[in-house]
């Protein structure tokens, strides 16, 4: 009989990843997905711990399956990721239900562990050294865990796929707890990279996103020579069927001009780059022990528009670090409002025990200045947007279609017409009524409305003699 399997995951694109892999696993076990945990014989969630809000989130959705699992003490409850590396055995004191711990280098583990909970009605834990635990070569084995196996529907579009080609990091900001729940840095295989991306475009999909903590750090050395970013974005290009290549998360320190070139002469490369600043005070930069200064990332943001034509560069900050005065916040919004961003994620500071921020600083901006910090630097932002946004109505985007809006999602919309959503080569989202055939195809868009955050379009019609006609899935290829 078909067993059943309920996956919940928050986070970023690595935990998004993990858990395609995850439910790839399982399925070869025979585990089919449902959409509710009421319904599944295995139940788990794959975390996050970069805040605090993340991770009680988890726990009180734990705290829900407390009467399902006392009606149904078979069903098996695991806790997965960064969390679970992150608090181990503190997962089994607030929610003496669970069954399973597992941090994301034992990922690949779970199939095994799911049938030894099962036959022994034990719980089980397996997570990586401590980054203290061993020598450099150890810790990294312990965190090793990567798995080809993939999962079409856990994906954002059959069309899309992200590929890891980095774990762990190594920068140790003050704020972060990414070094201790994912290690020491590691740059993957390049062949490996390389036969998974092969995999991927032969299952037909068109885009591929990178990943890693901080991906332009990726370095492979073998036999003295070393493969870089740079490298691997020349040799995925070279795949036939791939039409797209992203990466993210950049670090400022690391975004070498040969990486930029690349980017800028490489026609599949996709002209958007995801480079946080954190602060545009260098007090707080050095306190966050970010590695660069404001004059470094002007001087780098510069580069980057200088190399790559019609560049789209986001960001991240992080308001109400510890000792962040009014001044501080001030050059904040200054940088941001100076560098007309396309987009940035602003995040209010959450201290993370274990980290250097919560050993050596107090967590001292009231709660309430860093909601109006956020939500101020928020509306500057979003102001630059949309105006950024309104000079695009009238243009023409090429855009890779995803599949239905929201919306149509929402209003389970089908048929021959429907509302379509895609993205340009910046990473613009591009919404337009088309059909589910378009799905997967890259086709000529043009804007006739915009939001901060979305474009408005409609398929362009080109002229044959005097009949006119919209780009058909037979007419686009």
Do not use: W
């Not at 696993?25 to 809000?53: G, M, Q, W």
């Not at 899309?160 to 990091?169: D, K, L, M, P, S």
Request: aromatic share 8%.
């Amino acid at each position: 009989m078909t067993k059943q399997l309920y996956i919940e995951t928050v986070g970023c694109q690595m935990n998004l990843l993990d858990s395609e892999l995850v439910v790839a696993s399982l399925r070869k076990k025979e585990y089919a997905l449902v959409d509710k945990p009421s319904r599944a014989d295995v139940i788990l969630f794959n975390t996050c711990s970069v805040r605090e809000h993340a991770e009680e989130k988890i726990y009180s959705a734990l705290g829900r399956l407390k009467h399902i699992k006392r009606q149904h003490p078979e069903k098996i409850i695991g806790v997965i990721g960064c969390m679970a590396q992150n608090h181990q055995s503190q997962v089994f004191q607030r929610a003496p239900y669970v069954d399973l711990v597992v941090g994301p280098g034992q990922l690949h583990q779970i199939p095994d562990l799911i049938e030894q909970i099962a036959e022994s009605g034990l719980p089980q834990m397996e997570v990586s050294l401590d980054r203290k635990g061993g020598s450099r070569e150890t810790v990294e084995q312990s965190f090793e865990s990567y798995d080809p196996l993939r999962m079409p529907e856990m994906r954002p579009s059959r069309y899309q796929a992200f590929v890891r080609i980095q774990i762990g990091c190594d920068k140790f900001c003050t704020y972060c707890i990414v070094p201790k729940v994912r290690g020491p840095e590691q740059g993957r295989h390049p062949r490996k990279i390389f036969a998974e991306a092969q995999q991927l475009a032969d299952e037909g999909c068109k885009e591929i996103i990178l990943l890693g903590q901080t991906v332009n750090s990726y370095q492979y050395k073998e036999s003295g020579k070393t493969t870089r970013l740079s490298d691997l974005l020349y040799q995925l290009s070279a795949i036939e069927g791939i039409e797209r290549l992203k990466f993210v998360t950049n670090y400022p320190r690391d975004m070498t001009r040969d990486l930029l070139q690349a980017v800028s002469c490489l026609p599949k490369c996709a002209h958007y780059l995801h480079v946080p600043a954190q602060s545009g005070s260098n007090r707080m930069l050095e306190r966050m022990k970010r590695g660069y200064t404001v004059e470094h990332y002007r001087e780098m943001l510069g580069q980057i528009r200088e190399e790559i034509h019609s560049v789209a560069v986001t960001s991240d900050f992080i308001v109400g670090f510890c000792g962040e005065t009014e001044e501080d916040f001030d050059l904040t919004c200054a940088l941001v409002q100076e560098s007309q961003f396309k987009n940035s994620f602003i995040f209010k500071y959450s201290e993370r025990p274990g980290t250097k921020g919560a050993d050596n600083y107090p967590d001292d901006i009231p709660d309430q200045v860093k909601k109006d910090r956020n939500n101020k630097l928020l509306a500057i932002q979003n102001a630059i947007s949309e105006e950024t946004n309104q000079q695009k109505i009238g243009c023409e985007y090429e855009v890779l279609v995803e599949g239905p809006s929201k919306s149509a999602r929402k209003q389970e919309q089908n048929g021959d017409r429907l509302q379509l959503t895609g993205r340009t080569m910046t990473d613009d989202i591009v919404v337009f009524d088309g059909n589910l055939r378009q799905m997967g195809q890259l086709l000529p868009i043009t804007i006739y409305d915009a939001s901060a955050f979305t474009l408005f379009g409609e398929v362009r019609t080109q002229h044959v003699g005097p009949e006119v006609y919209s780009l058909s899935p037979e007419s686009a290829t």
